[in-house]
């Protein structure tokens, strides 16, 4: 089994920065992507940006190219999401996802595993 555990979330104002991470353990699993989702109050859970393990490179949803960067460490430990200048419409609960097969990154019916979440909040 593999466990996933996000961290980083908090309030912060608007046009602040944050960096999230996801931190990978349990059983030996080497991802074919790991990626980062999120849910808004009231609404469905959407995908952020994601980065395919062995090659390292990463994907955005183009929305919000600019202004998040996903990244991973080389120990393969550790995965995460930088945001910045934050808007209100940035408040979810971001999840940190993995995918032990090939999927399209941004469907999350392909990932296996999933973490808890940490809530971002963005005031005005």
């Known amino acids: 089994q593999v466990q996933l555990v996000e961290t980083g979330g908090g309030l912060v104002q608007a046009g602040g920065s944050l960096r999230l991470s996801c931190a990978a353990s349990?059983?030996?699993?080497?991802?074919?992507?790991f990626g980062w989702f999120r849910q808004p109050p009231g609404k469905e859970r959407q995908f952020v940006a994601a980065v395919w393990w062995n090659i390292g490179k990463s994907y955005v949803q183009d929305s919000l190219r600019g202004r998040f960067t996903i990244s991973r460490d080389n120990a393969g430990n550790t995965i995460s999401l930088e945001i910045n200048n934050l808007t209100p419409e940035d408040t979810a609960v971001y999840y940190c996802?993995?995918?032990?097969?090939?999927?399209?990154?941004?469907?999350?019916?392909?990932?296996?595993?999933w973490g808890q979440g940490t809530q971002v909040t963005v005031s005005s």
């Open positions: 996802a993995a995918a032990s097969q090939l999927t399209l990154l941004p469907n999350r019916r392909g990932y296996d595993f």
């Open positions: 349990g059983h030996p699993f080497t991802p074919y992507a």
